[in-house]
C-alpha cells in the first residue's frame, strides 16, 4: 500500500493541517517508508513461533519480577478527607461544572 499526494492532502484537511508542498513530500516519503516496513512485516512467516512474554526473551532468559497483587497499605479514608472542603458518606464532593 502506498499513499499518493492527493491522500496527503486529504489527511492534511481532515486532520485540519495546513502543509507546504514541501512538507507534503517528507509526510508522503515518510508514510509510505512506515507502510513498506509493515508490509516486509507481514511476508514474515510467524506460523508456529510461539509470542514472547518480553522482547529481552529473544537474546536472554528472563524471570519476571512480579509481585503478589495484594493490598498493602491501610485504608486511611478518615484521615486523607479529614482537609477535604466537603465529604459527604465516604466521597468528596465538588462543585458541579457542567450545567
Given at each position: 500500500m502506498s499513499l499518493t499526494p492527493q491522500d496527503i492532502?486529504?489527511?492534511a484537511h481532515l486532520a485540519r493541517l495546513e502543509l507546504s508542498p514541501a512538507e507534503s513530500?517528507?509526510?508522503?516519503?515518510?508514510?509510505?517508508?512506515?507502510?513498506?516496513?509493515?508490509?516486509?512485516?507481514?511476508?514474515?512467516?510467524?506460523?508456529?513461533?510461539?509470542?514472547l512474554s518480553h522482547p529481552v526473551e529473544a537474546v536472554q532468559a528472563v524471570?519476571?519480577?512480579?509481585?503478589?497483587?495484594?493490598?498493602?497499605?491501610?485504608?486511611?479514608?478518615e484521615a486523607n478527607q479529614r482537609s477535604a472542603p466537603a465529604v459527604e458518606r465516604g466521597l468528596f464532593l465538588v462543585p458541579?461544572?457542567?450545567e
Amino acid at each position: 500500500m502506498s499513499l499518493t499526494p492527493q491522500d496527503i492532502g486529504r489527511i492534511a484537511h481532515l486532520a485540519r493541517l495546513e502543509l507546504s508542498p514541501a512538507e507534503s513530500e517528507r509526510m508522503l516519503s515518510q508514510l509510505n517508508g512506515f507502510f513498506d516496513i509493515v508490509e516486509r512485516m507481514r511476508a514474515v512467516d510467524t506460523a508456529g513461533i510461539q509470542p514472547l512474554s518480553h522482547p529481552v526473551e529473544a537474546v536472554q532468559a528472563v524471570a519476571l519480577r512480579l509481585r503478589d497483587d495484594v493490598a498493602s497499605e491501610p485504608n486511611d479514608r478518615e484521615a486523607n478527607q479529614r482537609s477535604a472542603p466537603a465529604v459527604e458518606r465516604g466521597l468528596f464532593l465538588v462543585p458541579k461544572v457542567i450545567e
